[in-house]
């Protein structure tokens, strides 16, 4: 294993220029890929940096958009922490967002004040998200299935809940629709600035969640046997530390986060249930927490980026014909181009110094 | 076929493994290769074996120069290699062991044809393996002995054996030697590596013996025993005086211990250890020893019997508990159980804390680790990662991670890997906490250290344990009977 | 059900297990070699969409199975590059890639949603077909799915009784050892990853050229059978034999699941569709349990026969993957 420390000490700027050659090929990928499309690529691109940075309005969009993926991220920095792959999250999102709206649901008639109404919401989804994350929790710790596996199957099972409400329970009078469950009425939606789309609380929401996080892995007891877990979780075990209740806990912790972010997804932006509530945010984040290489410092300017490119590539369908997945083309463009420099750049630097133990 | 090796240059990072080493063996001898651990011994053969390659020297083959980049260019040129730990594949049968990569038939394997070879080569040497056999129900000395006629039938001329008698019978280890002088009687180059300075002296024809990557001198029979531990450890190193301790109140006890997992079933074990004492478990690996000291540490739970510590009973009870109550366990595979790669020392002496508040105490656990390097002279610093440093650091590092206060130490063969220095401050600082009334419970393979610092002994043979041997009054030949299956 | 639907309903569960059987036994190929390629998922959508747009253009079903298999191998090959040569995570680079893969199909195959193209027509062999019940279920089928019935044999051949399987095996249970036996460890599983690669590869366009004929964008309905077929995959223990009959027990649930629909009106239709997803985790539950340390602990503390039976029936249904896999193999 190389040295991260070491290298960024001794070459801070070939670091920087690894950097620069990641995006430049995941720029040259997408850029192949769009002429394949028979698409022009600067009108594409304009296009995107326009509707997403364009103007205020599309920067509240971003930042709408900004909250729920920075949520996820913050959750999956814990389980990536705790060597998890938490594949789950977007069912976790889905979950938590059914919590909050069964909540609402249950108090839009009874009278309850507007901010007691919201705190409950969020607290249902927080535990919606934790559940359903016990539940991939439980079948790798007591189950040996790998949470890839179970993360998955639970994220379909959760899609199909969705649906199932959307269309049976919860349907909306008459018949169910694609266009999810009776909108909820506006007293029962997080403040907005006024013409936007923006919550002002949803983003305090969403910077103090990454904070927690980031003070959670940094600087407590917690944070570093979690971390000792996740690189050893035989050693981990041996020197005394409750591996199973950890990842537990790194599981649940990831639940709460993608609970809430189903939460704001239900209360600030969409004010009901709709068969694609989580929006990807939660593949998304996973994309994010690899990009940054788990370090939180780095999540909240590195999911803003791709908020931008998801909400840039909406019109692109409109304008210029093109589907609007060139979003999540680039984004995984730029994740594995990232993970491919970072090989070659490791590489280099072990026959550099000849020392292949790093 | 003669051997030659001119100017062999080898480093690892800063480490220089193997320092312009030339060497000269005849064909039909058995060369004794001698030198401690991380001499650079195995460097030197693997780079012969071209299992790794040398930065810059030659190897001649006969009179010619030969290039070996691979083990298939090795094997072509006739060298072949037994290492350290037989490479083998443990699920699959003795006969696909002894076929995968021979040449012979076409996309199908000739299983007859294999099969008639290896019964003959069997015969020829008197080994008995049972070819359906899975070698995962093989002993270590039938895994060698495998190797060795698969070797044979590959055609090597060269036979390179690394420390061939770890782990191995002593019944098994005189058939090894017995093949290997046959070997040489028919014009086979051998090339014997090993740190023990008996079996050299009784097998080879001529020794070398290797010090911090180079060749330091040659010997020929007769040999003389002092010369050579000069040559190894550049001085005559004395060995700790024995310290018999004084037995007293009983620290651990168990009763009529039963253990049972998929290949090994230990019934019925009752012993008493009491404060202060050595307890050595002697057996070839995969005797059971393992499972017992496993056990001993809650890691394993015991399918019957009774495990005390000082009056309470720990049997059924979680690993934790077992660690709360003052049992700690010393794994052998220091970075994949002991250690956690990535982390830092102080990250290590962090994680073990033992009055932990929300947030982490920076100062306490800089000062902790600071105080612990220096006191256990680990080379590095705080912020060093645990696997950037030597293997006898991380040793010392384990040690160092030990909680005060321990009823019972539980040690996985302590000193293997290291260099003789190193292993005998490391049971310096064993030997310390037994003053202070701690037990100690340790696996070795080496029986001078089993009878070296044990008070007694238990001895492990396919899963049957023997009763406590008392270590000052038994001899080495005596315990190696025992472990070997004799005398039972 | 009369016996003719029966018959033509398991038919049909031969037919619709065609393609997850080239997806599970290439990944089988894969993973014996030591690379998990968990980019499946993604290359089935991408390999759907490419085989069927290849097969629009030039009206070439052979050219449109042949860039699915070329486009399956170049994926696999990334995987490969990535974590042999490069030494990443497998799981990190095949997680994005099923994830690119997913949306470059949706993206590029935007200009061919709902174009119909050829089709892989039925042939029945003769003679064969002839043989009454054994004939319309096995040999009157397309191509593909006599190709999938080679494939498990051939496959299962290669690995347990050719001299190259078993140094295939060798390497991925341990490289080093392979090694020493003068095999060139990562040049072999750069070949079985980007072979295995390539099968999973055939498994899209089985899918847009015959079995559910055509691209349809996200309604497909191919998301989320490459997940199947790596669960598959270690149900089937790493053995194309039992693999394919995880294969078929998962064609066989869906057309269940379809048929007896009518008699279950009150279970929405959502249910019956991700019931696969919770089948697979109790699986994987079933294969893996025979694992968990908790197990042990409990057995040790049961009477002796109790305890030998549970381990006999666990073990039984446990499999376990190549001791190496996903490790890299560096021979220092």
């Known amino acids: 294993m190389m040295k991260r420390s070491a290298f960024l000490k001794n070459t801070r700027g070939t670091g920087l220029l690894f950097g620069v050659l990641a995006v430049l090929l995941a720029l040259a990928f997408t850029t192949l890929v769009l002429l394949l499309a028979k698409a022009p690529p600067l009108e594409a691109y304009r296009n995107i940096l326009v509707g997403s940075l364009g103007s205020w309005g599309k920067i509240s969009d971003v930042v709408v958009a900004w909250i729920p993926l920075l949520l996820a991220t913050a959750g999956l920095l814990v389980t990536f922490t705790a060597g998890l792959w938490n594949i789950g999250v977007e069912g976790q999102i889905m979950i938590g967002a059914i919590f909050t709206t069964g909540v609402l649901r249950m108090l839009q008639d009874t009278g309850t004040p507007t901010g007691i109404v919201i705190v409950a919401g969020f607290l249902c989804g927080m535990i919606g998200g934790a559940l359903w994350a016990a539940l991939a929790g439980a079948l790798k710790i007591y189950g040996g299935v790998n949470e890839i596996f179970s993360g998955l199957g639970l994220n379909f099972v959760a899609t199909a809940v969705t649906l199932y409400l959307i269309f049976g329970p919860w349907k909306r009078p008459g018949v169910g629709s694609m266009s999810g469950t009776v909108p909820f009425p506006q007293d029962l939606w997080m ?155 490791r590489r280099w630097m072990r026959k550099g110094t000849g020392d292949r133990h790093g | 076929m003669d051997v030659e090796l001119r100017n062999i240059h080898k480093s690892f990072g800063a480490v220089h493994a193997n320092n312009g080493i030339s060497m000269v063996v005849p064909e039909g001898t058995i060369q004794g290769i001698l030198g401690e651990n991380g001499a650079g011994k195995s460097t030197l053969m693997k780079i012969l074996s071209g299992f790794i390659q040398c930065d810059s020297g030659e190897i001649v083959l006969g009179d010619r120069v030969v290039k070996i980049e691979t083990p298939a260019d090795a094997i072509r040129h006739g060298v072949g290699m037994l290492h350290q730990d037989p490479l083998d594949f443990p699920p699959m049968t003795v006969l696909d062991n002894f076929l995968i990569g021979h040449e012979s038939g076409g996309i199908i394997p000739d299983r007859r044809t294999a099969l008639k070879d290896f019964r003959q080569l069997s015969e020829e040497f008197g080994f008995s393996i049972d070819h359906e056999a899975y070698v995962d129900t093989l002993t270590v000395g039938e895994r060698q002995q495998l190797e060795i006629l698969r070797l044979l039938w590959l055609g090597a001329r060269v036979l390179i054996m690394d420390e061939p008698t770890t782990g191995i019978s002593a019944l098994q280890k005189e058939k090894l030697f017995a093949t290997l002088r046959k070997l040489a009687a028919q014009g086979m180059t051998v090339l014997f590596v090993s740190h023990k300075l008996e079996e050299v002296e009784e097998l080879c024809s001529c020794i070398l013996v290797m010090s911090k990557g180079k060749l330091v001198g040659t010997a020929c029979p007769p040999y003389v025993t002092d010369d050579l531990v000069r040559m190894m450890f550049g001085k005559v190193v004395a060995l700790d005086e024995r310290v018999q301790t004084r037995r007293s109140n009983c620290v651990l006890r168990l009763e009529g211990l039963a253990i049972e997992d998929n290949r090994l079933n230990i019934q019925n074990v009752n012993l008493e250890i009491n404060a202060g004492e050595v307890i050595g478990l002697a057996g070839m690996e995969g005797s059971g020893q393992r499972q017992f000291l496993r056990t001993l540490s809650g890691l394993m739970r015991p399918v019957g019997g009774k495990i005390v510590l000082l009056g309470e009973n720990l049997t059924g009870k979680n690993y934790r508990s077992f660690v709360n109550a003052g049992i700690s366990y010393v794994p052998a595979a220091r970075l994949e159980e002991g250690l956690i790669p990535g982390l830092t020392l102080a990250e290590h002496f962090a994680l073990l804390d033992r009055q932990q508040e929300f947030f982490i105490n920076r100062e306490r656990t800089e000062k902790t680790t600071r105080e612990q390097i220096g006191h256990f002279f680990i080379k590095g610093t705080t912020e060093s990662r645990i696997e950037e440093l030597s293997g006898g650091n991380q040793q010392r590092a384990l040690l160092a991670l030990m909680r005060e206060e321990l009823k019972v130490v539980l040690v996985e063969h302590p000193t293997r890997g290291l260099d003789i220095e190193s292993a005998i401050w490391i049971w310096s600082k064993l030997k310390e906490r037994c003053k202070q009334g701690t037990s100690i419970v340790f696996i070795s393979s080496d029986l001078e250290e089993i009878l070296q610092y044990s008070d007694r002994v238990l001895v492990f043979f396919g899963g049957k344990v023997s009763e406590p041997i008392d270590a000052a009054t038994t001899g080495v030949d005596q315990l190696g009977q025992l472990i070997g299956g004799k005398g039972w | 059900m009369d016996s003719a639907v029966l018959l033509t309903g398991l038919a049909l569960v031969l037919a619709t297990a065609a393609p997850v059987i080239f997806a599970t036994v290439g990944e089988t190929f894969s993973e014996r070699a030591g690379v998990t390629n968990l980019s499946v998922n993604g290359t089935i959508l991408l390999t759907a969409m490419s085989g069927f747009a290849a097969a629009y253009t030039t009206g070439s079903l052979l050219l449109g199975f042949l860039a699915g298999a070329l486009i399956g191998a170049l994926v696999a090959g990334i995987v490969a590059f990535a974590s042999i040569t490069l030494k990443q995570s497998q799981v990190a680079v095949g997680f994005v890639l099923t994830l690119m893969c997913r949306d470059l199909a949706y993206f590029l195959g935007n200009p061919f949603m709902g174009e119909s193209g050829p089709r892989v027509p039925s042939m029945p062999i003769p003679l064969l077909s002839d043989i009454p019940v054994l004939g319309p279920l096995f040999f009157s ?129 959502q249910v019956l569709q991700v019931a696969p997803f919770p089948l697979m985790i109790l699986t994987l539950l079933l294969v893996n349990l025979g694992n968990a340390e908790w197990v042990d602990r409990t057995l040790a503390g049961m009477p002796a026969n109790t305890r030998r039976l549970v381990t006999k029936v666990l073990r039984s249904a446990r499999t376990s993957p190549p001791a190496s896999l996903g490790v890299p193999f560096e021979n220092e």
């Open chain 1, 191 to 345: 403040p907005m600035v006024a013409g936007t789309r923006f919550s002002p609380w949803a983003l305090v929401v969403g910077l103090v969640g990454i904070a927690v996080i980031f003070v959670l892995l940094q600087g407590t007891y917690f944070g570093l046997k979690l971390k000792a877990v996740g690189k050893n979780p035989r050693a981990a075990f041996v020197i005394g530390i409750p591996t199973a209740r950890y990842t537990m806990a790194a599981f649940m912790i990831c639940g709460i986060f993608a609970g809430l972010a189903g939460g704001v997804q239900v209360m600030a932006v969409y004010h009901r249930l709709i068969p694609s509530i989580s929006s990807g945010y939660g593949f998304l984040g996973l994309m994010v927490a690899m990009l940054v290489n788990f370090q939180a410092a780095w999540a909240a300017p590195v999911a803003f980026f791709f908020a931008a490119l998801n909400i840039g590539s909406i019109q692109l369908p409109i304008v210029l014909k093109l589907d609007s997945t060139l979003s999540g083309v680039l984004q995984g463009a730029l994740v594995l181009s990232v993970i491919l420099v970072d090989g070659l750049r």
């Open chain 3, 141 to 269: 089928q397309t191509p593909t799915v006599y190709a999938s019935y080679l494939l498990i044999i051939l496959g299962f051949l290669w690995i347990f009784k050719t001299r190259p399987g078993l140094m295939l095996q060798g390497v991925g249970e341990r490289p080093a050892a392979a090694y020493v036996r003068g095999a060139n460890v990562n040049r072999l599983r750069y070949f079985y990853t980007m072979l295995g690669g390539a099968m999973v590869g055939l498994a899209g366009p089985m899918y847009s050229l015959s079995e559910k004929a055509g691209w349809k964008g996200t309604l497909s309905g191919l998301d989320g059978i490459g997940w199947i077929a790596l669960a598959i995959t270690i149900f089937g223990g790493w053995n194309p034999l039992r693999a394919a009959l995880g294969a078929y027990l998962f064609a066989l649930l869906q057309w269940l699941g379809v048929a007896l629909q009518p008699l279950m009106p009150n279970v929405p239709s």
